[in-house]
């Protein structure tokens, strides 16, 4: 089989690294040459090799020679990559570059991809009901494509906007869906999704055991299918299940490898920061929980931004740490934002979370028994399913902060 369609193939069953090294020597004809190039392109930004995708994507599309499928797969190469480091205006530009080229050219797969992306951005910056319009387009898209990963990628992608906003049976019933199509139609990539899905919500469920199951199941598969960004996820949502259960140590062990595993600013890394900030709190080093959150509010780029799921969670975890420092002035004021974004991004949990931690107006001067109190709480033990849970973990973790995203092909 000709080293470019084999390459094509494994990219579909999401086997990324097994493309990209089947594409590796392969000496073409200039115009299959072209499509090999945009091919890598893809392929390494997948695997995580984001400055190497980037200078071949930003290359191939001054070059007059690519289609409009061609200028569509570089534009949305380089809308996950910005996106992925903090620039989502940058990021939005170039997928809806893609969406309108794959539109020209009646690529209805591509076209699909930069459509999901985009509405992934649209929900996170503004709430699922500001993203109901373009979320009917993708489901229509998806519906007339016709094409098994597809529509198990929307379904995926569902789960994981359903899970960030507290609806887990609902995103438990769309990870089902996927891997019910996954049984007859497997994709490696879109497997370690769904695990990792299923280990972030039983995290959240305090199902410990079965979690620790699907995590070692969504790491190793996730190597397999390359896609760096999965493995990354399936790291700190390792990390979210050790600090769940008291293991400090293993969780920033989990929580550095999967900061390594794929360097970016994005709100995806922060989300890992937030998790590494909560150790520290949980641990009593003030001063570096500080720190990591200091490192999270200099990435972020717009007031926009500050809705996304792991910044808003970054704010919830500056309130816990002002009311820890006994700051409970600033404490209040920064879970009234917190509650803000919480009801912008329509996240039921966070509102949740949020209003526990109000402070009545009459008591906010008393922050002598007020601080002494939110210590008690956030250090404080309680049996979980035969364990010794931090209450902490079960507050901050568990209902929402350990649900880490990934980015779906």
């Not at 945009?38 to 997948?46: D, N, P, Q, T």
């Not at 969780?251 to 150790?279: H, Y």
């Not at 849970?389 to 209902?399: A, K, N, Y």
Request: proline residues 1%.
């Amino acid at each position: 089989m000709e080293s470019l369609e084999n390459a094509n193939l494994l990219k579909k069953s999401g086997r990324f690294s097994e493309a990209l090294s089947a594409l590796a020597g392969v000496s073409l004809t200039n115009v299959k040459q072209t499509a090999a190039h945009v091919l890598r392109a893809e392929l390494l930004e997948y695997v995580g090799q984001h400055s190497q995708a980037r200078a071949l994507a930003t290359t191939l599309l001054r070059s007059n020679r690519l289609t409009k499928s061609q200028q569509s797969a570089c534009e949305y190469v380089m809308g996950r990559i910005l996106l992925d480091d903090g620039d989502t205006d940058g990021a939005v530009a170039h997928l809806q570059r893609s969406a309108s080229r794959a539109q020209e050219a009646a690529d209805f797969e591509r076209l699909h991809a930069a459509q999901l992306h985009l509405l992934v951005v649209v929900s996170e910056r503004s709430g699922l009901g500001a993203a109901t319009p373009l979320f009917a387009e993708v489901r229509h898209l998806t519906t007339r494509l016709g094409e098994p990963n597809a529509t198990a990628t929307l379904h995926l992608f569902v789960a994981e906007m359903e899970a960030k906003q507290g609806s887990l049976e609902n995103a438990r019933r769309h990870t089902a869906l996927a891997r019910h199509i996954m049984g007859t139609f497997p994709n490696v990539y879109l497997e370690a999704f769904s695990e990792n899905l299923e280990l972030a919500m039983a995290v959240l469920r305090s199902q410990f055991d079965a979690g620790r199951a699907c995590g070692d199941r969504a790491a190793q598969i996730a190597e397999r299918s390359g896609v760096a960004s999965i493995y990354r996820a399936a790291l700190a949502n390792l990390g979210n299940l050790f600090y769940a259960v008291g293991e400090f140590d293993r969780a920033i062990e989990f929580f550095e490898r999967a900061l390594a595993a794929l360097p970016s600013f994005g709100s995806k890394t922060n989300a890992t920061l937030d998790s590494l900030a909560r150790v520290h709190l949980t641990q009593g080093r003030l001063h570096t929980c500080a720190e990591l959150l200091d490192q999270i509010d200099d990435s972020i780029r717009t007031e926009e931004d500050r809705i996304m799921y792991g910044h808003r969670y970054a704010a919830l975890t500056r309130t816990q740490l002002l009311a820890c420092q006994g700051r409970i002035q600033e404490a209040a004021v920064m879970n009234e934002s917190v509650m803000e974004l919480a009801s912008r991004g329509g996240d039921a949990l966070l509102i949740t979370k949020g209003s526990a931690l109000e402070i009545p107006q009459n008591t906010r001067n008393e922050w002598n028994g007020a601080a002494r109190d939110f210590k008690g709480r956030a250090l404080g033990y309680k049996t979980a399913g035969g364990r010794n849970v931090p209450v902490w973990v079960r507050i901050s973790v568990i209902e929402g902060c350990g649900l880490h995203q990934s980015s779906a092909a």
